[in-house]
């Protein structure tokens, strides 16, 4: 009776803490993806809270790089930059990239990616979230050409002035 008692106590223990798992999860991305060793796209969660701001759905992505994926732009320093950083199985964060939309502005999304390992140590793919991060690049964008329009103006401005008197001499 005793065995049965502690193994509903561990069942709880690890339903309770699927939740919390689940809850932090939900709190943290948009969505989640696994790649292959070959970095192609393996699974992507059903979440997918982008396909409708997006405009891609989880078959657009399975089977392909990020680089096939015709709707992702590139990200700064292009997929070469990736491509290297996943060659030596690094970790990579903020990997920012633009998805053209038909009809509709882009919008933005940020990967980051965590290298796996099987139980063997060999390098199985990535897992990784991807955030929809379109408002913080909109509002860069903004303050960008604000800055520009700022610079523009006042290298118009006069390129002299001068000092008067009182008696505006």
């Keep these: 009776a005793s065995e049965h008692f502690l193994g509903d106590v561990r069942q709880a223990e690890l339903q309770e803490r699927e939740e919390r798992w689940n809850a932090r999860t939900a709190l ?3 969505w989640y993806w696994q790649t ?9 969660s ?8 997006l405009g891609l759905a989880p078959q657009d992505l399975l089977g392909r790089q990020f680089a096939e994926v015709p709707e992702l732009g590139e990200p700064e320093g292009g997929w070469e ?13 903020e990997v920012t990239v ?4 038909a009809g509709r502005p882009p919008s933005w999304v940020a990967l ?7 139980d063997t140590g060999l390098f199985e793919g990535y897992d990784g ?8 690049r909109l509002a860069s964008l903004r303050l960008a050409d ?4 700022h610079a523009l103006t006042a290298e118009l401005s006069a390129d002299w002035y001068w000092q008067t008197d009182d008696k505006h001499r």
Excluded at 36 to 44: G, L, S
Excluded at 129 to 136: K, L
Excluded at 146 to 149: G, I, Y
């Design 28 to 30: 943290s991305a948009d």
């Design 36 to 44: 292959d060793a070959q970095m192609r796209i393996t699974w992507v």
């Design 46 to 53: 059903d979440d997918l809270a982008s396909v409708f701001k």
């Design 81 to 93: 930059k990736l491509h290297a950083l996943s060659v030596r199985r690094k970790d990579w964060r």
């Design 98 to 101: 633009a998805v053209k939309r």
């Design 112 to 118: 980051n990616a965590r290298a796996r390992t099987g």
């Design 129 to 136: 979230v991807g955030r929809d991060v379109s408002e913080q």
């Design 146 to 149: 604000s800055d520009r329009r």
